[in-house]
């Protein structure tokens, strides 16, 4: 038990600290905060043909050019109407030539949290090849689990790299 319960404690090791949490459906998802440059309102978004249909196209946000992507059509999920609670949170991801800034549309922004180390659980470990790598861990909130999504990867280098060129 001692090597399995070190490896146990240490998962959530340099994980902890403050998430934004917000939801997509009845699901409850967390970012870490360094990487959310802002949350805003819908607003609205200009189609760039030839896109993946994830990508909903380009928002003008003083002045720059912020390319957005639907995040329930990334995790394949129905998308459903905007309401007066659909935002997007723009965050920083890494590109081929730098920092870009990518906004994601959610159902819902529900509040910043504190997450500790110890309270975070790796990833699930489904058997088959999924989606998995998206998930950096799973919060422990009040008796509720938080999906904590790494943004890199939800975004993709890949997909920044087709991100930038929208710009």
Known sequence: MGAAAAIDNSIG???????????????EYGIVITKIREIIGIMEITAVPHTPDFIKGVINLRGRV???????MRF????????????IIVVDVPGPTGTVQVGMLVDSVSEVVNI???DIEPPPDFGVSTDAENIIG????????KILLDVDQVIGRTLASTLSALK
């Open 66 to 72: 912020i390319p957005i992507i639907e995040l329930r």
């Open 13 to 27: 090791e340099g994980l902890g600290g403050k998430y934004l949490t917000f939801s997509l459906g009845t699901e």
């Open 116 to 118: 500790g180390a110890q």
């Open 138 to 145: 799973m919060g422990k909130i009040k008796g509720k689990l």
């Open 76 to 87: 394949g999920m129905e998308v459903r109407p905007y309401d007066e609670r659909t935002c």
